[in-house]
């Protein structure tokens, strides 16, 4: 959706994902866009954010705005909460990141111009924010780690780079797939607009934080969720 917004707004685009085969076929759906072009990486891994930052600079001298938005889950009874699916949510969503930004820094600077900064914005979550619905204790915990990240990365990198971040509630994405099919209505009337977000609810969200009218944003979290914040936290099911 964030790809596909910014291709939209005229920008060349370079997307990433761990599977080579996600990349082609997203790199084929978002081509009549406009220019895009898909680099495999698994941004769990330190090495891997730091060749997908090598690969972007052989081709690219500079990048004016890197979208954090990898990201896993997982759900299971806290008694039977596992070490591995602590470890590989934290991995890809507050580690990937954080190191993926540190590799990025010289071609974000190297874009940064005078009255238009280089862009980091973090998608964090909602659920960062309230107590979740779900038994999704690492997911919880990487997204208010975004949270905070965002800002202490805001405060080292300003002015040459802004670092803002968005927290979303709840879109039809491949990760919220169970969760709709399971408990739809109740997602939906968790937020006081009694919807999910739209692509350009996000893809809007996104532009404004890479573009000009954001200048005066630094380490903010733009929450996208409909209204469920506000709401507070109910169970679903």
């Known amino acids: 959706m964030i ?84 470890d590989r949510v934290m991995d890809i969503n507050a580690k990937g990141p954080f190191f993926l930004t540190q590799a990025a820094v010289p071609l974000l600077r190297a ?10 914005i973090n998608v964090g979550s909602v659920d960062g924010i309230v107590t979740p619905i ?42 919220m797939e169970h969760p709709l099919e399971t408990w739809g209505d109740e997602i939906r009337n968790l937020t006081t607009v009694g919807r999910l977000g739209a692509a350009e609810d996000i893809a809007g969200a996104a532009i404004f934080l890479a573009s000009r009218a954001s200048n005066y944003v630094v380490g903010g979290m733009l929450t996208v969720d409909g209204g469920l914040s506000t709401a507070g936290s109910v169970r679903a099911g």
Do not use: Q
Request: hydrophobic share 45%.
């Open 134 to 175: 779900f038994e999704s204790y690492s997911y919880s915990a990487s997204k208010a780690a975004i949270n905070h990240l965002t800002r202490h990365l805001a405060k080292v990198l300003a002015p040459e780079i802004l670092v803002n971040g968005i927290a979303p509630g709840p879109f039809a994405t491949k990760m």
């Open 3 to 86: 790809a596909e917004g910014f291709l939209k707004a005229g920008a060349e685009v370079i997307i990433s994902s761990r599977k080579a085969d996600a990349c082609a076929e997203a790199e084929a759906s978002l081509k009549e866009f406009g220019p895009v072009t898909a680099i495999s990486a698994d941004l769990s891994k330190v090495e891997e954010c730091r060749r997908l930052i090598s690969e972007v600079g052989e081709r690219w001298p500079a990048l004016d705005v890197l979208v954090n938005n990898a990201g896993a889950s997982w759900g299971a009874p806290l008694a039977d909460f596992p070490e591995s699916g602590w």
């Open 111 to 120: 874009a940064s111009k005078e009255g238009d900064p280089a862009r980091v």
